[in-house]
T-cell receptor
Framework: SQKIEQNSEALNIQEGKTATLTCNYT??????LQWYRQDPGRGPVFLLLIRENEKEKRKERLKVTFDTTLKQSLFHITASQPADSATYLCALDIRGATNKLIFGTGTLLAVQP | KAGVTQTPRYLIKTRGQQVTLSCSPI?????VSWYQQTPGQGLQFLFEYFSETQRNKGNFPGRFSGRQFSNSRSEMNVSTLELGDSALYLC?????????????FGPGTRLTVL
């Protein structure tokens, strides 16, 4: 069956450290993968998109890697801050279905001051 | 530019009733997608509309339907509500409806079915 798995447990880290979140998928062959941030009571906010032919993408303190052989994406937040505390979701496209995204269950990140 | 708006923000219904939720996309955006979010299942794709046509559909029963108007505003309808339909319903709009477009989400409608 098709699955997208993210760290099921909440991730607690100290301010200033690097947070690393994982997104593993099975039985999908995405052309691209997206990461979103969701705060309580709000809709998700787009952060980064990485294509299948890209190994790494960066945006300010954020870095995403995409390994289609391992079927895994890693999402890094460097120099983390308490304001980075939120749920982070990865999402894959479905080949052949334009603009259809399948989301992972999300990882709750808590950055302690 | 105004963001994606959804109305109402909160709704309480009883089993068996039907409900209509509304989504106004960002001006100029042609694609609207709907998602259901629950603690157990996460964010699940319901359907996507582009230029008034349903292009994609998720694995939900026929009680869930939607439509898009010529101004790109969209509505979704759930008939014969069940307790399990209690969820946060989110819509997202994108400019050209291409998969690599940025999806802009609204704040959601919190539906409670009693």
């Amino acid at each position: 069956s098709q699955k997208i798995e993210q760290n099921s447990e909440a991730l607690n880290i100290q301010e200033g450290k690097t947070a690393t979140l994982t997104c593993n998928y099975t039985n999908y062959s995405p052309a691209y993968l997206q990461w979103y941030r969701q705060d309580p009571g709000r809709g998700p906010v787009f952060l980064l998109l990485i294509r299948e032919n890209e190994k790494e993408k960066r945006k300010e303190r954020l870095k995403v890697t995409f390994d289609t052989t391992l079927k895994q994406s890693l999402f890094h937040i460097t120099a983390s801050q308490p304001a980075d505390s939120a749920t982070y979701l990865c999402a894959l496209d479905i080949r052949g279905a334009t603009n259809k995204l399948i989301f992972g269950t999300g990882t709750l990140l808590a950055v302690q001051p | 530019k105004a963001g994606v708006t959804q109305t109402p923000r909160y709704l309480i219904k009883t089993r068996g009733q039907q409900v209509t939720l509304s989504c106004s996309p960002i001006s100029g955006h042609r694609s609207v997608s709907w998602y259901q979010q629950t603690p157990g299942q996460g964010l699940q794709f319901l359907f996507e509309y582009f230029s008034e046509t349903q292009r994609n559909k998720g694995n939900f029963p026929g009680r869930f339907s939607g439509r898009q108007f010529s101004n790109s505003r969209s509505e979704m309808n759930v008939s014969t509500l069940e307790l399990g339909d209690s969820a946060l319903y989110l819509c997202a709009s994108s400019l050209k409806g291409q998969g690599t477009d940025t999806q802009y989400f609204g704040p959601g409608t919190r539906l409670t079915v009693l």
